[in-house]
Each structure stands twice: as structure tokens, then as C-alpha cells.
């Protein structure tokens, strides 16, 4: 049984989180730089059996591609192409960022670490990836 990442992808900052052995919770792991994501998941499948990468798709309120789009196809084709034999899943992301500000908040964490911007992104990712999760454990 592989693990699965789950990928908050920004132009600057990426969000990770990653699921226990059997596919049933998605914890923050980390943030990285953006130009470093691709070198970190080869990394992390090297250490760990890594069956697929769950990616946000931005989408707008109307379901169609946003701004923000170009750059996680751009992210997802360069992906692809470094790793091979690894599921990548598109998973859409709408207010997972919204989500995420609520949760730290209701987590009581102080305000400062509340407005680290890499808490953000690294729980968006969880809230991205438990999506995906639920659908499959719905299948």
C-alpha cells in the first residue's frame, strides 16, 4: 500500500500534505519553494512507496478554469515528466484556502502563527487531499 501526497500548488509556495499507510487521513506535512516541489515528492517517493499526487485545480465559482490554472497544468506536465509509474489527480480546490483559515482558527493558534501564509498552504493541501480521500472511501 503506497501513500498519497496532496499538493496546494502556488507560484512562490506549495502546500504538502501526505496520507498514513492505509489511505485514511490527510495530515500538513510541509511548505516548500516552488522551484523545489518536484525534486521534493521524487525524494519523498525514494523514501516511501508514493502510489499517486493529488493536485488543487483552481476553479472558479462557475466551474471553469481561473487565472491560477495555467500555472498548475504548467506544474502537473512537469510533474508528470519527472515521475513515472505515479497517479497524478487533479482535485478541485474551490475554498479549500477558506476552509483552512477557519480550521487554524478554531485550532487556537495564536493569531502570528495563524498568519504564516506556509500554515495555509500546508492545510489546504490536508483539506485537498481529505477530499479526494472521502471520495474514494465513498466509491
Same mark, same amino acid.
Given at each position: 500500500? !503506497?501513500? @498519497?501526497?496532496?499538493? =496546494?500548488? !502556488?507560484?512562490?509556495? #506549495? !502546500? #504538502? $500534505?501526505?496520507?498514513? =499507510?492505509?489511505?485514511?487521513? +490527510?495530515?500538513?506535512?510541509?511548505?516548500?519553494? /516552488?522551484? =523545489? #516541489? #518536484?525534486?521534493?515528492?521524487?525524494?519523498? /517517493?525514494?523514501?516511501?512507496?508514493?502510489? +499517486?499526487?493529488?493536485?488543487?485545480?483552481?476553479?472558479?465559482?462557475?466551474?471553469?478554469?481561473?487565472? $491560477?490554472? %495555467?500555472?498548475?497544468?504548467?506544474? @502537473?506536465?512537469?510533474?508528470?515528466?519527472?515521475?513515472?509509474?505515479?497517479?497524478?489527480?487533479? %482535485? =478541485?480546490?474551490?475554498?479549500?484556502?477558506?476552509? /483552512? /483559515?477557519?480550521?487554524?482558527? %478554531?485550532?487556537?493558534?495564536?493569531?502570528?502563527?495563524?498568519?504564516?501564509? !506556509?500554515?495555509?498552504?500546508?492545510?489546504? $493541501? $490536508?483539506?485537498?487531499?481529505?477530499?479526494?480521500?472521502?471520495?474514494?472511501?465513498?466509491?
Amino acid at each position: 500500500m !503506497g501513500r @498519497i501526497l496532496g499538493i =496546494d500548488y !502556488g507560484t512562490k509556495r #506549495v !502546500g #504538502v $500534505a501526505e496520507t498514513d =499507510d492505509f489511505k485514511l487521513i +490527510a495530515s500538513p506535512l510541509t511548505t516548500i519553494h /516552488a522551484k =523545489d #516541489v #518536484v525534486t521534493f515528492i521524487k525524494n519523498y /517517493a525514494e523514501q516511501y512507496e508514493l502510489e +499517486a499526487v493529488v493536485v488543487g485545480e483552481p476553479k472558479g465559482l462557475n466551474n471553469q478554469k481561473t487565472d $491560477a490554472s %495555467e500555472f498548475v497544468d504548467q506544474f @502537473i506536465t512537469r510533474l508528470s515528466r519527472s515521475i513515472k509509474g505515479i497517479k497524478i489527480i487533479r %482535485e =478541485d480546490e474551490r475554498f479549500t484556502s477558506k476552509i /483552512a /483559515a477557519q480550521s487554524l482558527m %478554531e485550532s487556537g493558534l495564536k493569531k502570528s502563527k495563524r498568519q504564516e501564509k !506556509g500554515n495555509l498552504d500546508k492545510v489546504s $493541501a $490536508a483539506i485537498i487531499l481529505q477530499s479526494y480521500l472521502d471520495k474514494l472511501s465513498r466509491t
